[in-house]
């Protein structure tokens, strides 16, 4: 689940959302890569596939691949899922209310008024670039993460994806007949995920994302790849040093996900202030967090290359 704080540009996001959104302003203006990264850009991609609806923008260019980067709320930025892919992001999120048979993308009800749907934004895009070059980004050599944020109806929500996704097995890491199968995407559901509606299909493509109170034992990557929690549950919003009790609560919540064999992240951290962004995001790379969410794409792409992560 991911409740950010609420910035001026997530308002205007959302504020954009409600009016009406031409397509052709989502994709007229070429998204450039970083002109101060450390590492080398991939060339340009060549999906070209005139039947999607969020195709890449003139010009994109994927950005080098940044393990450690999540986009948080994705479908927020001037242009969902191309946005992150520029800044090399190695994983993005969605939220996703079902309403009337659709998939659609909103942190809100009102949001969905835009009428964009998880499948087109981000299924269809994303499985022309796997079908064409086998991989989301060209040097990212691990499963891209679509952590996808299920608002209501968990039950009918979840049934209503992993339906969609058969459509898309080629591109997905899944669990066959209780096997695991790789692939080029990892599907995690978060937010209001009730698992066990899911969990004994014959073929199952998502996995969960888990919280504090829920870390498995063992390891179990097919089913609970990422575990997050609040940042909330510690407090500091980066003046001063974090107090001893929360950094020994951070570093004791990462070693206990880490012991689970998952990943581990954490949602609603501080961005507003500029200044106080890369302390906050330095605390949690020191701790050994895996995942570091933000808003502010090229800030933190910045930020992990000069740290040469």
């Known amino acids: ?74 479908y927020l930025h001037p242009r969902p899922l191309w946005d992150a892919l520029a800044a090399g992001f190695g994983s993005v999120e969605a939220d996703v209310w079902y309403r009337e048979g659709r998939l659609l993308l909103g942190h809100t009800r009102v949001e969905t ?46 049934l209503a994806i992993e339906e969609m996704l058969q459509g898309y097995r080629d591109i997905l890491c899944r669990v066959e007949d209780g096997r695991a199968v790789d692939g080029a995407i990892q599907v995690v559901y978060t937010g209001n995920r009730p698992f066990s509606v899911i969990s004994t299909a014959p073929v199952r493509f998502g996995t969960m994302d ?56 954490f949602w609603g951290a501080p961005e507003l202030l500029p200044g106080r962004r890369p302390v906050i995001w330095d605390a949690q790379l020191n701790a050994g967090v895996d995942l570091i969410g933000t808003d502010h794409l090229q800030h933190l792409r910045e930020h992990l290359l000069a740290r040469g992560l």
């Open 1 to 74: 689940m991911s409740r950010g704080p609420v910035t001026r540009r997530g308002l205007l996001g959302r504020a954009a959302l409600v009016g009406a959104i031409s397509l052709g302003a989502l994709s007229a203006a070429p998204i450039m890569p970083n002109a101060r990264a450390e590492k080398p850009l991939i060339g340009p991609s060549s999906t070209a596939d005139p039947s999607l609806v969020n195709p890449p923008p003139p010009g994109f260019v994927p950005g080098s691949a940044l393990v450690r980067a999540h986009a948080h709320n994705d």
């Open 113 to 158: 008024l835009s009428a964009r749907t998880l499948e087109q934004w981000y299924i269809q895009p994303l499985a022309a670039l796997v079908r064409e070059s086998g991989r989301v980004l060209p040097d990212l050599e691990q499963p891209f993460q679509l952590l996808i944020d299920v608002k209501e109806e968990g039950a009918a929500t979840l």
């Open 210 to 265: 888990g919280h504090d109170g829920d870390v498995p034992t063992a390891p179990d990557p097919a089913r609970m790849p990422l575990v997050s929690e609040s940042w909330s549950m510690l407090g500091w919003q980066g003046f001063g040093s974090m107090p001893a009790d929360q950094e020994e609560h951070l570093e004791r919540f990462v070693a206990d996900v880490h012991a689970s064999g998952a990943r581990a992240r």
